[in-house]
Structure formats: C-alpha cells, structure tokens
C-alpha cells in the first residue's frame, strides 16, 4: 500500500513538472483512464499512448497553467484514492476555473490498470464557454405615468446637452 501511494505522489509531481512520460510510465499497457462525462475528454481511453494522445496532448494545446494538485492520498489494499483540485485557464476563452477532484487509482499486474476522474464539470464547462453576446437588450425609455408602452417605443431617445 505505501508502495502504490508513493508511486501516485511521484504520478503528480511529474505532472506537475511536465514530466508525462513520466506519468504514463505508472500505467499498465491495458489501464483504462476514465476522464468524467462532461469534462472536456469525458470517455474511456485504454492504454498509455490513448491517454497521451486523448488526454496530456490535449491539455497541454488547449490550457494555460492546468495543475491537478492533490490535497490528500487515501490508500486501502490496490486502491489509493486522491481528493484535491484542479485549476487552469482555457486558452480559446481566457477563463479560469478551481473545481474540486477525486482521483480512483487502481494497481494491478503492471501497475495502474484503472483511473477513474470525479470532479464538478460544470466549474469546467465554464471556462470553455465563450461569453455570449446579450440579447433582448433594449435601450428605451421607461413609460412615464399615463403614457402606453408604444408610444415610448416610437420615441427618439433624448440625448442630454452636449453628447454626440
């Protein structure tokens, strides 16, 4: 058990250093990375190279500053569980996100055979959103007492003395 959590704190301090090679080495030829429904790469990826590819290749194109930093390391038999919290900036909209995370380590022959991702994919979606220009915006003049909602709508706005 102390071996697997050491080998997930060496998994996030590579990733923290950018040393992916590094974190696809814990993983077993046949590990199934399980990336939550919603988040940017929801799906199933099996083996290292579909992890690199689906996944690390993606963030390091598409985030500014991605961390995944453990705040606690549970470990019970071949399972060690990692609560922390993600943050980044999506590059396309220049929007940054914090959203708790709970890593599912499993370990097997080879090492990880399974990772399973939890976190709230709305925090994320967030930040891939683009601002939406507003609509239905009017810039009218509220009805005075007495007066109909038309007959506002068929009046030029008054600009005060001395605007353009």
Request: charged share 15%; glycine share 10%.
């Amino acid at each position: 058990m102390a071996g697997h959590k050491d080998t997930i704190n060496a998994v996030y301090a590579a990733f923290a250093r950018g040393d992916i090679p590094g974190v696809l080495a814990a993983l077993a030829p046949d590990c199934r990375w399980t990336e939550a429904e919603g988040f940017p790469y929801g799906g199933t990826y099996v083996g290292p190279q579909a992890v690199l590819q689906n996944v690390f290749m993606r963030i390091e194109s598409e985030w500014s500053g991605f961390a995944a930093v453990p705040e606690r390391l549970v470990a019970e038999g071949d399972t060690v569980v990692a609560l922390g919290e993600y943050s980044g900036t999506f590059k396309a909209t220049g929007k940054h996100f914090r959203a708790p995370m709970v890593h599912v380590w499993t370990f097997g022959a080879g090492g990880v055979v399974s990772f399973r991702q939890h976190t709230d994919t709305v925090l994320v979606q967030r930040a891939l959103q683009k601002p939406r220009p507003l609509q239905g915006l009017c810039l009218q003049k509220p009805p005075v007492h007495g007066q109909s909602a038309s007959a506002v709508h068929s009046a030029p706005i008054q600009r005060a003395a001395g605007s353009t």
